[in-house]
């Protein structure tokens, strides 16, 4: 979209940001889990795949920290492992820089960051990414601290920076806030309405025969994709 009404073949910056937060937050960790403690403490731990410069690097996670307003609210957002799938390298060349980050309440990324150096002084660790117990270990002091809560909602930003055919510096964005979900008397949460609703899409693109094989995510048409029957009703405009 950026490329076509811009007419500028490349871009300054893809930013995808993703949070799955509670409506309530407390001090130390400004934090609950909405979803997998495992995979939280993981995204923590291993590298991020990014573009910086047009080319694909891995950087550590939470090593590119920033300060974000959406919607009229201020969160944090950090560099988490995973979100960005294959599209370091379909927009290889294409995009200057590219990065997927989590977006939490502020001054929880501080208190993860404490809690990894006391496990380090600990346990000797020297890099967090090379230790296959890390992530375990780190769980193991989130659920000692961290409740979990029912109560949540999905936050997901996306943004397109670059200039256009005139040299104007221009940007698309668009965020969706997702709340719980009731279908036939059952309530969903967000965590889970926001997994199951694309999981549901690929699965009914890929019966139509018209994919074949291992479809990775950018193979996936965005517009057929966002405007279809199970992803449509959960992230509406």
Partial sequence: KFVAQFENETVEKIEMKVGALTSHAHRPH?????????GVATEY??????????????VPALSDRETI???????EADLTSG???DLPDFFRHKAKSLDYKTVRYVGHYAWVESVIEKLAVEENIFNKSDHDELPDKLLGEFLGEIPAVEDDFV????????????????????????????????????????TAAPLCEAAAMLLT???????????????????GNFVSRIYKD
């Avoid at 400004?30 to 495992?38: A, E, K, V």
């Avoid at 025969?209 to 995510?217: F, R």
């Fill in 30 to 38: 400004f934090y609950g889990f909405t979803w997998s403690p495992i």
């Fill in 45 to 58: 731990v291993k590298p991020a795949r990014v573009l910086r410069d047009f080319e694909i690097r891995q």
């Fill in 69 to 75: 307003v959406i919607g009229g609210r201020t969160f």
């Fill in 83 to 85: 979100g960005a799938a």
């Fill in 155 to 194: 936050l997901v930003h996306a943004s397109v920076d670059g200039f256009d055919a005139g040299g104007t510096r221009r940007m698309i964005e668009k965020a969706f806030f997702v709340d719980f979900l009731e279908i036939d008397g059952k309530r969903l949460r967000a965590i889970q309405t926001t």
């Fill in 209 to 227: 025969n018209e994919y074949k094989g291992v479809i990775l995510q950018s193979q996936i048409e965005p517009q057929k994709f966002l405007s």
